[in-house]
């Protein structure tokens, strides 16, 4: 739904807080429980807008998981029955090591996220153990 997405992708709180407004007042009726979900969980859902943007980037977005995942699923639809567990799991781990072959690139604008998560996790996460 484009219309959440303007929720959870605004640069301010206080702007996601108009653009939920906005997608209550145009989805409410329809999706009451999902929308009244985001307005009841609000405190938790809104803690990523204290960080910076590349920061919530990597909060909100998924789709390597999503990726990873949907891999994972092809190779155990198209065998529906394994004669023993260690079969599934040799196929799985087979469909992993291929799908993390293609990880090789970094994210978009790594070196800019790097240095914001270094600065908000300077604790745990320095530059010379990533790169």
């Given at each position: 739904m484009a219309d959440l997405k303007l929720v959870y992708k605004a640069d301010t709180e206080d702007l996601a807080?108009?653009?939920?407004?906005?997608?209550?007042?145009?989805?409410?009726?329809?999706?009451?429980?999902?929308?009244?979900?985001?307005?009841?969980?609000?405190?938790?859902?809104?803690?990523?807008?204290?960080?910076?943007?590349?920061?919530?980037?990597?909060?909100?977005?998924?789709?390597?998981?999503?990726?990873?995942?949907?891999?994972?699923?092809?190779v155990t639809k198209s065998k529906t029955i394994f004669p023993t567990d260690d079969a599934l799991f040799k196929m799985l781990y087979l469909a992993m090591m291929d799908a993390t072959k293609k990880w090789t690139g970094k994210a978009w604008d790594w070196g800019l996220t790097l240095d914001q998560l270094c600065i908000y996790f300077g604790d745990r996460i320095q530059p010379e153990d990533i790169d």
């Open positions: 807080l108009t653009a939920l407004e906005d997608l209550e007042e145009k989805w409410g009726k329809k999706y009451p429980a999902s929308i009244g979900s985001w307005r009841n969980n609000w405190t938790q859902l809104s803690t990523y807008f204290k960080y910076p943007s590349e920061i919530r980037k990597l909060i909100y977005t998924t789709n390597s998981v999503e990726n990873f995942n949907r891999q994972l699923r092809k």
